[in-house]
T-cell receptor, first 111, second 114 residues
Framework: AQSVTQLGSHVSVSEGALVLLRCNYS??????LFWYVQYPNQGLQLLLK??????LVKGINGFEAEFKKSETSFHLTKPSAHMSDAAEYFC?????????FGAGTRLTVKP | DVKVTQSSRYLVKRTGEKVFLECVQD?????MFWYRQDPGLGLRLIYF???????EKGDIPEGYSVSREKKERFSLILESASTNQTSMYLC?????????????FGPGTRLLVL
């Protein structure tokens, strides 16, 4: 069965610093992987997805993620954090009929 | 744009009440899902439905039931609400026809059971 693990429930960065949110997956088949963002009191919004095309995936708001099969990782990065990036981020892997989510990482951006 | 709407953003109910949460999507999606979200636990699947009148249990179905009488509408029912069902409930939909498709989420319903 597919699953994802997010390393770090809280990440804090300064405005303008690099954002790195970690996600490792477990899958017996080539995975479809996703990153979602959730702003306070809202639903989840798709940031980007990997569907076996390019290993470096670019998403909205300047985020990108790199699929590394050898490391079973799909880490999310952004070169320069903005205050508006403060939110909770979820990594997910597509299952047979559903989506499997990580526990989430809350990103705080300090001025 | 895909739109998934949920009937309430906030609900306050008393223990033992029957609670209905409704979700409507406008993209003709076959699949619909109910999740509950709790801090540190991410999203956990309660039930999903892949067609009208069809339902499948997710990881935590106990204390919940669902109804899908129309393709666009998926209801979550708490038969007798309890305080441990205080949570954020998220509805989502997608189509199995699109390989690697994302799920589309509603804004969520924050339920407080007193």
């Amino acid at each position: 069965a597919q699953s994802v693990t997010q390393l770090g429930s809280h990440v804090s960065v300064s405005e303008g610093a690099l954002v790195l949110l970690r996600c490792n997956y477990s899958s017996s088949v080539p995975p479809y992987l996703f990153w979602y963002v959730q702003y306070p009191n809202q639903g989840l919004q798709l940031l980007l997805k990997y569907t076996s095309a390019a290993t470096l995936v670019k998403g909205i708001n300047g985020f990108e993620a790199e699929f590394k099969k050898s490391e079973t990782s799909f880490h999310l990065t952004k070169p320069s954090a903005h205050m508006s990036d403060a939110a909770e981020y979820f990594c997910a892997v597509r299952g047979n009929n559903d989506m499997r989510f990580g526990a989430g990482t809350r990103l705080t951006v300090k001025p | 744009d895909v739109k998934v709407t949920q009937s309430s953003r906030y609900l306050v109910k008393r223990t033992g009440e029957k609670v209905f949460l409704e979700c409507v999507q406008d993209m003709d999606h076959e699949n619909m899902f109910w999740y509950r979200q709790d801090p540190g636990l991410g999203l956990r699947l309660i039930y999903f439905s892949y067609d009208v009148k069809m339902k499948e249990k997710g990881d935590i179905p106990e204390g919940y039931s669902v109804s899908r009488e129309k393709k666009e509408r998926f209801s979550l029912i708490l038969e007798s609400a309890s305080t441990n069902q205080t949570s954020m409930y998220l509805c989502a939909s997608d189509s199995p026809k699109v390989f690697g498709e994302t799920q589309y989420f509603g804004p969520g319903t924050r339920l407080l059971v007193l």
